[in-house]
């Protein structure tokens, strides 16, 4: 499910996720045996073995510590570990409605929040008009929320609902489970002040609808939040946000589930608390 467009919610904004609709290609379920982008050659898979070895090689050199006789260049040209090292603050401790609050008012906190914001924003719930009023007030600061739940309700109006297989309350239909679940894959704070800071997300997601009459069957996307902060009431709130496609990975050589085993899935395995 992703909003589209790298723009803030407007009329009609919300939809190039749910709206995409991949019709089965042959008979039965319309998940089973499906596969994205085979390598079928051995010399293919020889390639990738090498590359992948090359890979380890090249993070185990750069980890390397202690050799002195490393020269200025060389130590300079190394990766920073803070874009991708645990900042070692703990998790938030709290929840308000079922979404995380009380972030640190830091960079990490920022980040934490942006994280933890961005699977909410993107989630089945925010379809559901009784959750959708929550999710707009714990969110979003509170200036923006009746414009904000004003724009929410006109883009996912009930013949948007429709559209994509939900009735009116965001519910699909009976046999079938809608799916929309966002992972954060990494955060990045991009501008930080005492009371402000904005921060970027790189996600991927799920959303489609599990059934075996579905004719828009889970699939994945990947796709970057960009969301504007500001630290109100003693936590880190939303004052807009935007997002665009990417950056995406070459499809992998996976094969599909069925319906079923996707629908398990999502009721059996919960989510997480994000914490930079």
Known sequence: MSFGDGQ??????GGTGHTRTRLPEGGGDVYGGARRGGRSSSRSLITVVGVIVLLIAA?????????DSSSADGAGSQPEAASTAASGEKPVQAKAGGIPAGFARDEQGAESAAANYAVTLVSADILKPTLRAEIVRQVFVADKQA?????FNKAY???????IGL????????GNTYVSRTVPVGTKVTSYADTSATAEVWCTGLYGTAGT????????DWFTM????????GDW????????????PVPGDDKASSADEMAKAVEEYGGFTYAR
């Open 213 to 220: 009459d579905s004719t828009n069957p889970v699939t994945s």
């Open 8 to 13: 803030e919610p407007s009329d009609g904004f």
């Open 147 to 151: 414009a904000l739940a004003d724009k």
């Open 237 to 248: 709130k939303v004052d807009s946000f935007s997002q665009k496609d990417g950056p995406a």
């Open 59 to 67: 993070i185990a050199f750069a980890n390397r510590g202690g050799d």
């Open 226 to 233: 960009t969301l504007q902060l500001r630290w109100v009431d």
């Open 167 to 174: 009735d009116e309350n965001g519910n699909a239909t009976a």
């Open 157 to 163: 109006s009930k013949e948007f609902l429709s559209n």
